[in-house]
């Protein structure tokens, strides 16, 4: 048996968003965008326990918009006061789980065989844990994406991302603008999310890259700080992170695409 914990991380200004309020509560199609995240997420069924992490002075806002969902597998939902990042906003996530656990990831210690420790320990009978992290903005992502990113997540003990090719060609330059290098993009992915991994080494990770000051942009730069492997597992182009005033529109046309 294994359980699975999603944490979603929604506690953004909306700067990028040229909004007056959290991106998260604007409209796409009729719904809140933070909405449509969630339901996704409440129509798989092997997720047990949901986890929002919002602006404490919007928290109110958020169990508004999250009022009367559909919940057809009585899945736990808890909105958590997020931090000033979007890191900051997982680690007191987890912190907060953790907190609620009646085991400890004390057991674990940053050295070079994490990987062969957790899936030692798992094997042994320890019942397996898995956390997903996935952007709040990101509302167009399916329940079968999900379920299909659950489903390798459980075939072995990496961290997992979620990642599609890239269709420009990516240019590296340097602070006059010059270019100084043309990757070859067959080797290079866009990131996208769920991110994830078992949750002791998710928290150890968190914790490591907060006890060092490490600033990082996701949750896979996290497992790699503490040099845990990790892999990529195919995206869909339309899990898109609304993030610009462009993008509502060009979401809601992908929402009428089949």
Do not use: W
């Amino acid at each position: 048996m294994t359980d699975v914990i999603a944490v979603i991380p929604a506690a953004g200004a909306g700067v990028r968003m040229e909004a007056e309020k959290n991106k998260a509560f604007l409209s796409l199609a009729g719904e809140s965008i933070i909405r449509r995240t969630v339901k996704a997420f409440l129509a798989v069924e092997c997720i047990s326990e949901i986890y929002i992490m919002v602006n404490p002075l919007e928290s109110k806002e958020m169990h508004n918009h999250l009022s009367g969902l559909a919940n057809p597998y009585q899945t736990k939902i808890e909105v958590v006061p997020g931090g000033e990042t979007r890191q900051d906003s997982v680690h007191l996530g987890l912190e907060h789980i953790a907190n609620r656990r009646s085991d400890s990831s004390s057991i674990f210690e940053v050295s070079q065989n994490l990987y062969e420790q957790i899936k030692s320990l798992c094997q042994s009978g320890k019942k397996r844990t898995l956390c997903l992290v996935h952007d709040g903005a990101r509302c167009l992502i399916s329940n079968q994406n999900i379920q299909d990113y659950i489903k390798e997540l459980k075939k072995d003990f990496f961290g997992l991302g979620v990642a599609v090719p890239l269709n420009d060609t990516i240019r590296r330059i340097d602070q006059t603008g010059k270019v100084i290098e043309t990757p070859d993009r067959s080797s290079l992915r866009a990131m996208q999310t769920p991110q994830g991994s078992d949750f002791d080494i998710l928290l150890l990770a968190h914790r490591y890259v907060k006890e060092n000051n490490i600033q990082v942009t996701d949750d896979l730069a996290v497992l790699e700080a503490i040099q845990y492997p990790v892999k990529l597992f195919p995206g869909n182009f339309k899990n898109i992170k609304i993030t610009h005033p462009e993008d509502i529109p060009i979401a809601e046309k992908l929402l009428k695409i089949e």
